[in-house]
């Protein structure tokens, strides 16, 4: 059973460019979430979907930023106009379920986006 | 919110036991976990405490007081291998973790 997959692993893109991060959740997974990671920071929170809709986006910064999770394919994050700023680690989780507990979430290997 | 305090750094020997300890102030409590993640790695789930006490997994062990919103994971015996980053963090809700800065452990020969 393959685990959470993300591609590319590493990404370098320009001032002003857009940067496409995908995300396939283990099988069987309907709950995606994307976190950040600065270096020297900790893993933050920025989007929970699940199948074509966005439950929580209170982590994403409003401008330049969305994700979906479409019925068909992987959930796609999506940064629109790249700043150095964004230069960080981007991590996609899966779970089976949310409920009225933690569920375990599973990590991916997660992007590396590079802004030159 | 979530206010979660962990060390930055800690070194040991090959064979030795380390102790991470976090500390936590949250708004509302949904249980810590622990979670492992070696560089350029995905983070991998060590534990989860709800209850107070120490709960044990093999060489890995994590203790929770809520009275005092304090954890700590214990690593025995240790081994070259579990040189990594160990990151303490609450479930804010039912789905979205949050997570402290991540103690990077480095064993040595």
């Known amino acids: 059973n393959a685990g959470v997959m993300q591609n590319p692993r590493h990404l370098v893109r320009r001032r002003g460019q857009e940067a496409r991060l995908r995300c396939s959740p283990m099988?069987?997974?309907?709950?995606v979430y994307w976190y950040r990671q600065l270096p020297e920071e900790g893993l933050k929170f920025m989007v929970y979907?699940?199948?074509?809709?966005?439950?929580?986006e209170s982590g994403m910064p409003k401008e330049r930023f969305s994700a979906e999770f479409p019925k068909e394919g992987p959930s796609i994050l999506r940064i629109q106009q790249v700043v150095r700023g964004d230069s960080a680690a981007y991590f996609c989780?899966?779970?089976?379920?949310?409920?009225?507990?933690?569920?375990?979430?599973?990590f991916g290997p997660g992007t590396r986006l590079t802004v030159l | 919110g979530q206010n979660i305090d962990q060390p930055t750094e800690m070194t040991a020997t090959e064979g030795a036991i380390v102790q991470i300890n976090c500390t936590y102030q949250?708004?509302?409590?949904?249980?810590l976990f622990w979670y492992q993640q070696h560089a350029g790695e995905a983070p991998t789930f060590l534990s989860y405490?709800?209850?107070?006490g120490l709960e044990e997994k093999g060489r890995f062990s994590s203790f929770l007081s809520r009275s005092k919103g304090y954890s700590y994971l214990l690593l025995k015996e240790l081994q070259m291998k579990d040189s990594a980053s160990y990151l303490c963090?609450?479930?804010?809700?039912?789905?979205?973790?949050?997570f402290g800065a991540g103690t990077t452990v480095t064993v040595r020969a």
């Open positions: 989780a899966s779970s089976p379920t949310s409920g009225d507990h933690y569920n375990e979430q599973f």
């Open positions: 099988k069987g997974h309907s709950h």
């Open positions: 979907l699940q199948k074509e809709n966005i439950i929580d």
């Open positions: 949250t708004s509302g409590f949904n249980g």
């Open positions: 405490n709800v209850l107070d």
């Open positions: 963090g609450a479930p804010i809700n039912d789905y979205k973790l949050s």
